[in-house]
Each structure stands twice: as C-alpha cells, then as structure tokens.
C-alpha cells in the first residue's frame, strides 16, 4: 500500500499563491487514482479535486478554475496548485489514493470511502 505525505501548508492572505505536494512511497502511483480531500474546521471532509490514471480531472465547483490537480509519476508526486485563495479555503488538506479504478465513476471521485491510502495532512490557513 502506498504511503502519502503531504508538504506545502501555510497561513497566507487571500488572493495569494499555494502549492501543496503529496510525495508517495511503497509504491508508484502511476496506477493509482489521486486526490486531494480538505477539511475546515467543524466541517466534514470534502473532496477538492481528483486525477485518474490517465491525467483526466476534476474539481469541486468551489475551486473550479482556481486550484490544479497535476501528478508527477515520474517523481511520484501529487501536487496541487491553488491560486487565488479565498478564506473559504482555510482547512486541512489531505492527498489520498485508491488502486481499485483507472477512472472513478464520477458519483465517487469526491467520496472518502473510494480511497484506501491518506496522508496526515497539511493545514492552510488564508486571511482575508
């Protein structure tokens, strides 16, 4: 099973620049669907965007147009670039991973139980 990490995490003003890395271990994840899930304080976990074996992605309409999903398999690697941050996007952001698909029937990218591997987290924190 994969092992994930992610790094990047910062308390920042809004309309600024983030990036979050996800660095694997114990396997490649060039067979493994990706994703990047948030949680903000009090709130429930939810998925911000998915990439499938193939690069296709896909975004919550919350940070459509805002955030990229990329996956590096060479450097096995998630990354997601966030650019004009809003408060609204304070939270944890955890990178998870699933073998079961090369491409997740839409009605569960954004599900939690669709990915058997986390990593612990990395917190953002935007001010307005």
């Known amino acids: 099973q994969v092992q994930l990490v992610e790094s990047g995490g910062a308390s920042v003003e809004s309309e600024v620049t983030l990036r979050l890395s996800c660095a694997a271990s114990?396997?490649?994840?060039?067979?493994?669907?990706m994703a990047w899930f948030r949680q903000a304080p009090g709130k429930e976990r939810e998925g911000v965007a998915t990439?499938?074996?193939?690069?296709?992605?896909t975004y919550a309409d919350s940070v459509k147009g805002r955030f990229t999903i990329s996956r590096d398999n060479a450097k096995n690697t998630l990354n997601l670039q966030m650019d004009s941050l809003e408060p609204e996007d304070t939270g944890v952001y955890y990178c998870?991973?699933?073998?079961?698909?090369?491409?997740?029937?839409?009605?569960?990218?954004?599900?939690?139980?669709?990915?058997?591997?986390w990593g612990r987290g990395t917190e953002v924190t935007v001010s307005s």
């Open positions: 998870a991973a699933t073998e079961k698909y090369t491409w997740i029937p839409p009605t569960f990218r954004f599900s939690a139980a669709t990915y058997d591997s």
């Open positions: 114990g396997a490649n994840i060039r067979s493994y669907c």
């Open positions: 990439i499938d074996v193939d690069g296709r992605t």
